[in-house]
């Protein structure tokens, strides 16, 4: 998995859906748009504006709260604002 840096991001999203995977990126302009096209679990942006301790943090808040339906198929931004 440590080349899917070099994948397009279509690529990364196809992947993800057919490992049945929640997709986690900072670069939510590409894959905004592509929640909901396939069967994915869900993509959750998270702001390139975090530090990586700060995004572990409301990451691990929001997914303990969360239950999968509501994420399947939708785009869920995580960014300064919201709550951990």
Known sequence: ???LRSLPFQ?????????QRILVTT???DFR???GTMRDAGIIGVSAHLSAN?????LTAFLM????????????????????
């Open 54 to 58: 700060q995004i572990d943090l409301k």
């Open 11 to 19: 690529e990364v999203y196809r992947l993800a859906v057919k490992q």
């Open 27 to 29: 670069n939510s302009k």
């Open 65 to 84: 709260r969360a239950t999968p339906k509501p994420l399947q198929g939708n785009f869920t931004l995580l960014s300064g604002e919201t709550e951990a």
């Open 33 to 35: 748009h592509l929640a």
């Open 1 to 3: 998995m440590s080349s």
